[in-house]
T-cell receptor, first 110, second 114 residues
């Protein structure tokens, strides 16, 4: 079957670093996406990993290990505006296209 | 228009009524998608279209239909709405030829079926 797991909720302090984990079991793998979604808004693209390793983009980094079915999103120098849900999604190909996890709701407090 | 738009923003609908959610994109993306998002379940694919004139079923297609008459528009129709179709609906588009096939989402339609 297709399964993507990520923690439901996390809290962190402004200025700190937080790591959001995602594990997946899918019938195929063509890449992994991370999206950010603020409450009441659309998901917006953050990062895409297709090869193992770390992709850095400003304060956000994403890591992928295909052999372990594992990814994480690292957020540095947290700001209040980073309070949002973070969605992990696997591009498995076929009719399913993107398979989404349920999302991790991150609350950043002062 | 810049990007992808959806209409209406929100709607309250009586059960049994027919409803069409509209989606338009101006990015000339070949692929378009409809998702529903429910608390605790994440985004689930309803229908998709790889190119104008073709459509396909996603994970949860029952009770919904789509059409793709041209590149820009991808309407989603609920023929006879039921309360379980209460959800937030997101339309998305992507350009599979771009290499990453990143999907870009519209602002969503919040639908309540009573």
């Amino acid at each position: 079957g297709q399964n993507i797991d990520q923690p439901t909720e996390m809290t962190a302090t402004e200025g700190a670093i937080v790591q959001i984990n995602c594990t997946y079991q899918t019938s195929g793998f063509n890449g992994l996406f991370w999206y950010q979604q603020h409450a009441g808004e659309a998901p917006t693209f953050l990062s895409y990993n297709v090869l193992d390793g770390l992709e850095e983009k400003g304060r956000f980094s994403s890591f992928l290990s295909r052999s372990k079915g594992y990814s994480y999103l690292l957020l540095k120098e947290l700001q209040m505006k980073d309070s949002a849900s973070y969605l992990c999604a696997v591009f498995s190909g076929g009719y399913n296209k993107l398979i989404f996890g349920a999302g991790t709701r991150l609350a950043v407090h002062p | 228009i810049a990007g992808i738009t959806q209409a209406p923003t929100s709607q309250i609908l009586a059960a049994g009524r027919r409803m069409t959610l509209r989606c338009t994109q101006d990015m000339r993306h070949n692929a378009m998608y409809w998702y529903r998002q429910d608390l605790g379940l994440g985004l689930r694919l309803i229908h998709y279209s790889n190119t104008a004139g073709t459509t396909g079923k996603g994970e949860v297609p029952d009770g919904y239909s789509v059409s793709r008459a041209n590149t820009d528009d991808f309407p989603l129709t609920l023929a006879s709405a039921v309360p379980s179709q209460t959800s937030v609906y997101f339309c998305a588009s992507s350009d599979p030829l771009s290499g990453t096939d990143t999907q870009y989402f519209g602002p969503g339609t919040r639908l309540t079926v009573l």
